[in-house]
């Protein structure tokens, strides 16, 4: 594939109904706050990085489940509005449609419940109905917002077709499923680095001792995000760390998905890793400075500004 050609990137997540809710400050346990606001969003880690992918250019087929209820045509016309390929998403009957509490404050910080419904009940026949598409994939992009069974599942239709495959391990997992982690690129941010290996992940100097015995886990290559103080590359053989843009962070909701999608459509271009990474950090910023999840994700004419920019 040359630059010119449209990147191909198969999205296999979740999608989710977001009620966001806004207030001055998140609660402690026990504790009842007054908020300022609830709007309801499109969302979901896998239909945000679908959506991220193809504001970037990309062409996008999303695979995953949505329920019978109102939420689920919603969720299925602004996937279509955002040109993202739907044909293979499948409606369950007697289902609701996954949905997620995301808590926001005044910095930006967030806290966020996940209730999956049907995003649970992805299965194996949905994703041999899509071996084609996976199979004529750039890229392959998973999260872990749908069964792991399923995300080793689909790796391995991949790997056979010689598709590269980006995990974004979130949420992190507590137990891994057999070959979870077996995958070319992982894109984890620090609390998920932390939940894998069992240990605290607070500064650059960490991650980059942490890399080895993350890649021990499985995946060939491995991103490490540290927020404000930027990301650790390592692409199989040196680790190198990226700073992170400055930007006035507003909601950083979806930070972490216009990342992974911007590490999936640059590769999917022949692009390096750490040119993957500058694209994807640019991407991120844009996304944490704006509201909400798929409404905050830039274009890639604000990507490709920004990075001239700084």
Request: proline share 5%; net charge negative.
């Amino acid at each position: 594939m040359t630059e010119k050609q449209q990147a191909k990137i198969t999205v296999v997540g979740s999608i989710n109904m977001d009620l966001m809710i806004r207030a001055s400050n998140l609660p402690l346990p026990g504790e009842t706050v007054i908020a300022d606001s609830k709007v309801e969003n499109p969302g979901g880690k896998g239909a945000n990085q679908a959506v991220a992918a193809a504001r970037m250019g990309a062409s996008v087929t999303m695979i995953g489940c949505v329920g019978d209820d109102s939420f689920a045509t919603q969720l299925l016309e602004n996937l279509a509005e955002e040109n993202v390929d739907t044909s293979r998403i499948t409606r369950r009957e007697n289902t609701a449609s996954g949905v997620a509490v995301v808590m926001v404050e005044e910095s930006g910080e967030n806290a966020i419940l996940v209730v999956p419904g049907a995003n649970a009940l992805v299965n194996q026949q949905e994703i041999e109905q899509a071996r084609q598409v996976i199979s004529d994939s750039d890229v392959l992009l998973m999260q872990l917002e749908v069964p792991q069974e399923i995300v080793a599942y689909t790796t391995q239709i991949a790997r056979d077709a010689g598709v590269p495959v980006i995990l974004d391990p979130a949420p992190a997992p507590l137990e891994c499923c057999a070959d979870l982690l077996n995958v070319d690129l992982i894109c984890p941010n620090q609390s998920e680095v932390a939940a894998l290996l069992g240990k605290p992940v607070e500064s650059m100097d960490d991650a980059v001792s942490l890399m080895k015995e993350l890649t021990q886990l499985g995946p060939k290559q491995a991103i490490i995000t540290m927020g404000e103080q930027g990301a650790v590359v390592f692409d199989g053989e040196t680790v190198q760390t990226v700073p992170s843009f400055a930007v006035e962070a507003i909601d950083s909701t979806a930070a972490g998905d216009a990342f992974a999608a911007g590490i999936a459509v640059r590769l999917a271009e022949h692009a390096s890793l750490i040119e993957a990474v500058q694209f994807a950090s640019a991407a991120g910023a844009l996304a944490a400075s704006g509201a909400g999840a798929q409404t905050a994700m830039p274009t890639r004419e604000q990507i490709e500004t920004l990075l001239k920019q700084q």
